[in-house]
């Protein structure tokens, strides 16, 4: 791991290395899947004949709560990180199984 220090040409090099840089990536890539399933559900219940008020506060508040982890998450965040994911990744992997299901 680099310290973000200039090196010998003068550049500043990255304080992470590129296997955390993956895992940052797949994990904001994670939420922002994450946030777009909730995007879906509240365009799918607003058109509804009787839109249902309390889901549509639901999946606004958990549309916010994922916008701010991926906007606060750190790379250098390992436990964080992981913990996305292994969680959210099984999340999406049910969502899709699911949908597939749906589609049959």
Same mark, same amino acid.
């Given at each position: ?9 003068g550049?500043?090099?990255?304080s992470?290395? /590129?296997? =955390? ?7 904001? #890539?994670? &939420?922002s899947? $994450?946030?777009?399933i !909730?995007?879906? *559900?509240? /365009?799918? =219940?607003r ?6 008020? #309390?889901? &549509?506060?639901? $999946?606004?508040q958990? !549309?916010?709560? *994922? ?8 790379v250098?965040?390992?436990?964080? &990180? ?15 199984q ?7």
């Amino acid at each position: 791991m680099s310290d973000g220090m200039p090196n010998f040409a003068g550049e500043i090099s990255a304080s992470w290395t /590129a296997e =955390e840089g993956v895992a940052f990536e797949c994990a904001r #890539d994670y &939420i922002s899947h $994450l946030i777009a399933i !909730q995007s879906k *559900l509240l /365009a799918q =219940e607003r058109a509804k004949p009787a839109p249902d008020a #309390d889901t &549509i506060s639901r $999946l606004q508040q958990e !549309q916010g709560r *994922l916008s701010d982890e991926r906007r606060d998450l750190k790379v250098q965040d390992s436990i964080a &990180i992981d913990r996305i994911r292994k969680e959210y990744g099984a999340r999406l992997k049910a969502w899709h199984q699911q949908q597939a299901e749906q589609d049959c």
